[in-house]
Structures are given as structure tokens and as C-alpha cells.
């Protein structure tokens, strides 16, 4: 085993121990530490795999293989981005809803206050 991959195996372990610490301590809810623990799997299999890999990048004709090493990474980001402005988009919108109908509620409230108000006055007033 070569020093790049043994390097590349245990920072890949280290950062499979820290994403299983973080979901322990409860930072990390159960849908995210899930994707976050298959990054770090494939991380390591990436790392045991870097001779393979060194043959398929000469198989796709790339004469460096941590240029695939780049691009697949660079797909994976790009996907993780649109997953994440997905879940925002869909966070903005319950939020607007959320907001309405606090909105809606609070002028409700305001009008039952208002009527007791007028019906304590009137019984008052007699």
C-alpha cells in the first residue's frame, strides 16, 4: 500500500468516526448523517481502490487519474448543492405557509378579543 493511499484511507476513517461522533452528540439528524456516512464509505473505498482506479482512468483515456478522482467529486458536489437548494426551496415554502397562517390566526385572535372587549363593555354599560 502506497503512502498517498494509506494517508487517504485513514483521513477517510477519521472522517467516518467524526461523522458517527456528531450524529451520537445528536448534531447531525438521521437523514444527513446517513449521506454523510455513505461519503465517508466511499471515501475509504475510494482510497482501497486507488490502483483500480488508476487502471479505469487509463482505460477513459486520462493520463492522470486524480483528474477523475476530481471530476467525479465535482458531480457529487454539484449534486449535493441541488439536493440541499431542494430541501431549502421546500423549507421557504412551509415557512411562507407557517407565516400565513400564524398571520391569519393572530387577526382571528384580535377579532375575538375585540368582541368580548364590546361584549364586556355592553354588560358593563347595563
Request: net charge positive.
Amino acid at each position: 500500500m502506497e503512502t498517498v493511499q494509506l494517508i487517504s484511507l485513514v483521513l477517510a476513517v477519521l472522517f467516518f468516526i467524526q461523522v458517527i461522533f456528531l450524529t451520537s452528540r445528536g448534531k447531525l439528524q438521521d437523514q444527513q448523517a446517513f449521506m454523510w456516512l455513505v461519503f465517508a464509505a466511499s471515501g475509504m473505498m475510494v482510497a482501497a481502490a486507488l490502483p483500480l482506479l488508476n487502471r479505469w482512468a487509463a482505460l477513459l483515456g486520462i493520463s492522470y487519474m486524480p483528474s477523475l478522482i476530481f471530476l467525479l467529486t465535482f458531480f457529487v458536489v454539484i449534486s449535493l448543492l441541488i439536493y440541499h437548494t431542494i430541501i431549502i426551496s421546500k423549507q421557504q415554502e412551509k415557512l411562507k405557509t407557517l407565516a400565513q397562517e400564524f398571520a391569519y390566526l393572530k387577526k382571528e385572535l384580535a377579532e375575538v378579543k375585540q368582541h368580548y372587549a364590546e361584549k364586556e363593555k355592553k354588560d358593563v354599560t347595563r
